[in-house]
C-alpha cells in the first residue's frame, strides 16, 4: 500500500469548524513529547483512555478502553464524522500547531495498514505554507479531505504560515470495514497517479 493517499470520504470543513470554534483555549492540552517540538503544539482529546478529558496520551498498553471525554458532547458534527467509520475507534483528537511551530522528523509506532492501526487525518484548518512530509515527499492535504498517511514512516511538519494548523485525528483499528476502504482508496489513488504520469 502506499505511504500516503487521499481517501474517497470527504467532510464538511465549515462545520467542523464551527465544532472546533465552541472549545475554549483550556481545552487545549500541550504536546506530551516536548522534544519533537519547537513552539506549539497541542490536543484536545475527544476520546482517550477511560474517558478523561486531559488525556492526550494513546497509550497503546492501557488497561483501559478507549472512550468518549466529555468534550465530544459539544462537537456533535465530529460525532457524525466518527459515526461514519465503522470502526473501532481508539484515541480521538484535534491536533494544533501553532504558526511559526515546528514537529521535528520522528516516527510512530505500529501506526500502518500492516499493523492493523491507521491514524487519519482531516484537516480542519491549514495553510498553504504548511509543510507537512512523510517518508521525504511532501503531501498536501486540504480541509475536509480525508487521509491515510504511514506514520511508521519519518514525517514532519513545518507551520511557516500565519494561521494555525489544526486537524482532526482518528486512530482507527483495521477490521474488515476499514480494510475494504483503504484497500479500494488505495488503488484509485494508484490508478490516477498512473493516469497522471
Same mark, same amino acid.
Not at 500492516?114 to 491549514?126: A, K, Q
Not at 507551520?159 to 483499528?173: A, E, K, M, P, Q
Given at each position: 500500500?502506499?505511504? =500516503? &493517499?487521499?481517501?474517497?470520504?470527504? @467532510?464538511?470543513?465549515?462545520?467542523?469548524?464551527?465544532?472546533?470554534?465552541?472549545?475554549?483555549?483550556?481545552? &487545549?492540552?500541550?504536546? &506530551?513529547? *516536548?522534544?519533537?517540538?519547537?513552539?506549539?503544539?497541542?490536543?484536545?482529546?475527544?476520546?482517550?483512555?477511560?474517558?478523561?478529558?486531559?488525556?492526550?496520551?494513546?497509550?497503546?498498553?492501557?488497561?483501559? =478502553? %478507549?472512550?468518549? *471525554?466529555?468534550?465530544?458532547?459539544?462537537?456533535?458534527?465530529? #460525532?457524525?464524522?466518527?459515526?461514519?467509520?465503522?470502526?473501532?475507534?481508539?484515541?480521538?483528537?484535534?491536533?494544533?500547531?501553532?504558526?511559526?511551530?515546528?514537529? #521535528?522528523?520522528?516516527?510512530?509506532?505500529?501506526?500502518?495498514?500492516?499493523?492493523?492501526?491507521?491514524?487519519?487525518?482531516?484537516?480542519?484548518?491549514?495553510?498553504?505554507?504548511?509543510? %507537512?512530509?512523510?517518508?521525504?515527499?511532501?503531501?498536501?492535504?486540504?480541509?475536509?479531505?480525508?487521509?491515510?498517511?504511514? @506514520?511508521?514512516?519519518?514525517?514532519?511538519?513545518?507551520?511557516?504560515?500565519?494561521?494555525?494548523?489544526?486537524?482532526?485525528?482518528?486512530?482507527?483499528?483495521?477490521?474488515?470495514?476499514?480494510?475494504?476502504?483503504?484497500?479500494?482508496?488505495?488503488? #484509485?489513488?494508484?490508478?490516477?497517479?498512473?493516469? =497522471?504520469?
Amino acid at each position: 500500500m502506499q505511504p =500516503s &493517499f487521499r481517501m474517497s470520504p470527504s @467532510f464538511d470543513a465549515v462545520r467542523l469548524q464551527a465544532d472546533l470554534d465552541g472549545l475554549v483555549a483550556r481545552d &487545549f492540552v500541550p504536546h &506530551f513529547n *516536548t522534544r519533537y517540538y519547537q513552539g506549539d503544539w497541542s490536543a484536545v482529546p475527544l476520546r482517550s483512555v477511560g474517558g478523561i478529558e486531559g488525556n492526550i496520551y494513546p497509550d497503546p498498553t492501557a488497561k483501559k =478502553s %478507549f472512550a468518549d *471525554t466529555p468534550l465530544l458532547a459539544r462537537c456533535p458534527y465530529v #460525532k457524525e464524522v466518527l459515526d461514519f467509520f465503522t470502526c473501532p475507534q481508539q484515541a480521538v483528537r484535534f491536533l494544533r500547531l501553532k504558526a511559526g511551530s515546528v514537529v #521535528k522528523e520522528h516516527t510512530d509506532l505500529d501506526l500502518g495498514f500492516e499493523d492493523g492501526e491507521v491514524r487519519l487525518h482531516i484537516p480542519v484548518r491549514t495553510n498553504p505554507d504548511l509543510v %507537512f512530509m512523510l517518508g521525504g515527499a511532501r503531501v498536501v492535504m486540504h480541509e475536509g479531505e480525508c487521509w491515510y498517511n504511514n @506514520f511508521n514512516l519519518p514525517h514532519s511538519v513545518d507551520n511557516r504560515g500565519s494561521t494555525d494548523r489544526i486537524h482532526l485525528v482518528i486512530d482507527c483499528v483495521v477490521n474488515d470495514w476499514m480494510r475494504e476502504l483503504l484497500l479500494a482508496d488505495a488503488a #484509485k489513488a494508484l490508478a490516477g497517479s498512473a493516469a =497522471s504520469a
